[in-house]
């Protein structure tokens, strides 16, 4: 067997992605986590944010004189950046043998054997159709406990700032099915949690041949069933499909973990509108307001963007404002960068400058340090079961692992290993972690 190398930037979505090309490659190839092994190299890119795209750039000028030394090595890139900016990347980047989009990977072992750097290869054709269905995936870098399950493909949301529906396409979902046997055979390999991918998985929606449809939360509860012992998860989710069925499925069943994404991206309804979010702040806070009516225990987390085009001083208060209002428990925060081909580079301005684009990310983050650490606050004291993930980093006399919540707590080992599922009762936190003992 050959040796391939994957290296994957970006989102989960990309994770699952690498999973699925390790196994359409598996009758020639197998995985090593050695670089100087590898007969194979592939890139998977992403294109969400301007830094990743200059990071896999940097990669890709290193990889050029490592790849001069060695002559039978291919390197292929995947992803977003391929699909974004195939041309460009021919041929600023002459290393590559061959490109690949992320509805191109049926195609990877015939774009592997037509390929050379001297006459690249490359798909970048986007399909309506392509869920890679019925391809079991070759877990790669996980850690044995917790395997991503991609259930839908591509978005139609259309976001201004976004260059996901060009880079991914339209919006398809998976059948029940095959997602079901997935999950069924990581239960069957050892795995003990399970997360849902899509970009906008609360829109998934099946319909068979009998015209029978499955919604994103019929399929939740649907793979709760599987069993108590396999914990589900999900990301990300889109507000305007957080349907009341969802939040009282995942109310429901206690396998279902008690943790939503759920991204405002900006707290001005001036704002939203120009990021074509679809929803105002009022019926956000309104669907919070659900979440925590039949939910009590549930953590919510969410993605804001610093600096969008024309925001004001106003808006990013109304930013600020929301978050107190929620109280988020975790929140993923970026500056503003302008994506080439997105609505907003066509029709708006970047003109928040970028001192102040860092200003205001900076008070966003003190202020979600103070809303995470009034959070963890009140965890100390209670019991949570935690589902072991592995050694903590501080100390291999201790281990880690996560509650349903989403939150990471760190006790001491005792008889325990990964994959077990343990009670412990928080003892003390910081804005980050929660420090427990075992009950
Ligand atoms: S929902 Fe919006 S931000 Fe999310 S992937 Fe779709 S277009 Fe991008």
């Given at each position: 067997?050959?040796?391939?190398?994957?290296?994957?930037?970006?989102?989960?979505?990309?994770?699952?992605?690498?999973?699925?090309?390790?196994?359409?490659?598996?009758?020639?190839?197998?995985?090593?986590?050695?670089?100087?092994?590898?007969?194979?190299?592939?890139?998977?890119?992403?294109?969400?944010?301007?830094?990743?795209?200059?990071?896999?750039?940097?990669?890709?000028?290193?990889?050029?004189?490592?790849?001069?030394?060695?002559?039978?090595?291919?390197?292929?890139?995947?992803?977003?950046?391929?699909?974004?900016?195939?041309?460009?990347?021919?041929?600023?980047?002459?290393?590559?043998?061959?490109?690949?989009?992320?509805?191109?990977?049926?195609?990877?072992?015939?774009?592997?054997?037509?390929?050379?750097?001297?006459?690249?290869?490359?798909?970048?054709?986007?399909?309506?159709?392509?869920?890679?269905?019925?391809?079991?995936?070759?877990?790669?870098?996980?850690?044995?406990?917790?395997?991503?399950?991609?259930?839908?493909?591509?978005?139609?949301?259309?976001?201004?700032?976004?260059?996901?529906?060009?880079?991914?396409?339209?919006?398809?979902?998976?059948?029940?099915?095959?997602?079901?046997?997935?999950?069924?055979?990581?239960?069957?390999?050892?795995?003990?949690?399970?997360?849902?991918?899509?970009?906008?998985?609360?829109?998934?929606?099946?319909?068979?041949?009998?015209?029978?449809?499955?919604?994103?939360?019929?399929?939740?509860?649907?793979?709760?069933?599987?069993?108590?012992?396999?914990?589900?998860?999900?990301?990300?989710?889109?507000?305007?499909?957080?349907?009341?069925?969802?939040?009282?499925?995942?109310?429901?069943?206690?396998?279902?973990?008690?943790?939503?994404?759920?991204?405002?991206?900006?707290?001005?309804?001036?704002?939203?509108?120009?990021?074509?979010?679809?929803?105002?702040?009022?019926?956000?806070?309104?669907?919070?307001?659900?979440?925590?009516?039949?939910?009590?225990?549930?953590?919510?987390?969410?993605?804001?963007?610093?600096?969008?085009?024309?925001?004001?001083?106003?808006?990013?208060?109304?930013?600020?404002?929301?978050?107190?209002?929620?109280?988020?428990?975790?929140?993923?925060?970026?500056?503003?960068?302008?994506?080439?081909?997105?609505?907003?580079?066509?029709?708006?301005?970047?003109?928040?400058?970028?001192?102040?684009?860092?200003?205001?990310?900076?008070?966003?983050?003190?202020?979600?340090?103070?809303?995470?650490?009034?959070?963890?606050?009140?965890?100390?004291?209670?019991?949570?079961?935690?589902?072991?993930?592995?050694?903590s980093?501080?100390s291999?006399k201790q281990l880690?692992?996560?509650?349903?919540?989403?939150?990471?707590?760190i006790f001491d080992c005792g008889?325990h290993?990964?994959?077990?599922?343990v009670?412990v009762?928080?003892?003390?936190?910081?804005?980050?972690?929660?420090m427990g003992v075992e009950?």
């Open positions: 067997m050959k040796k391939l190398y994957i290296e994957t930037y970006g989102c989960q979505m990309n994770v699952a992605d690498s999973e699925v090309v390790a196994a359409i490659l598996s009758d020639e190839y197998e995985i090593t986590h050695a670089q100087e092994e590898a007969d194979l190299i592939l890139i998977n890119t992403c294109s969400v944010r301007d830094n990743a795209e200059q990071r896999i750039r940097k990669r890709l000028r290193e990889l050029k004189s490592y790849k001069n030394k060695k002559e039978h090595l291919k390197i292929g890139l995947l992803g977003c950046m391929a699909e974004r900016i195939k041309e460009r990347l021919l041929d600023e980047e002459s290393t590559l043998d061959f490109i690949a989009g992320p509805d191109a990977y049926r195609s990877l072992p015939r774009l592997i054997s037509e390929s050379s750097y001297k006459q690249p290869a490359f798909d970048v054709m986007l399909s309506t159709t392509e869920t890679y269905d019925e391809i079991e995936p070759v877990r790669c870098d996980t850690n044995g406990v917790s395997a991503f399950i991609s259930i839908m493909r591509g978005c139609n949301n259309f976001c201004t700032y976004c260059v996901v529906p060009y880079t991914r396409g339209r919006e398809r979902s998976r059948n029940p099915q095959t997602i079901l046997r997935e999950a069924q055979t990581a239960l069957d390999n050892g795995y003990k949690e399970v997360t849902l991918l899509g970009q906008n998985v609360n829109s998934y929606h099946w319909e068979d041949e009998t015209g029978k449809v499955t919604n994103f939360a019929q399929l939740m509860a649907l793979v709760a069933q599987l069993s108590p012992q396999l914990r589900v998860r999900f990301a990300t989710s889109h507000p305007k499909d957080i349907s009341d069925e969802l939040i009282e499925t995942i109310a429901r069943y206690p396998n279902l973990c008690k943790y939503i994404h759920l991204p405002v991206q900006a707290g001005s309804n001036t704002m939203l509108k120009r990021m074509n979010r679809v929803y105002t702040r009022e019926y956000y806070l309104d669907r919070i307001a659900t979440i925590r009516r039949l939910i009590p225990d549930c953590a919510i987390a969410t993605d804001i963007i610093a600096g969008f085009c024309g925001e004001t001083e106003e808006d990013h208060q109304a930013t600020l404002s929301l978050m107190r209002e929620v109280g988020y428990d975790y929140a993923y925060m970026f500056k503003y960068s302008v994506r080439e081909g997105t609505m907003a580079a066509k029709k708006f301005e970047d003109d928040v400058p970028d001192e102040v684009k860092s200003r205001r990310l900076e008070e966003i983050i003190a202020l979600q340090q103070e809303l995470s650490y009034q959070s963890n606050l009140k965890d100390v004291g209670k019991s949570f079961e935690i589902l072991v993930e592995g050694v980093k501080r291999d880690f692992g996560r509650n349903s919540q989403n939150k990471v707590i008889n290993q990964k994959g077990d599922y009670t009762t928080v003892t003390d936190c910081t804005a980050a972690t929660l009950r």
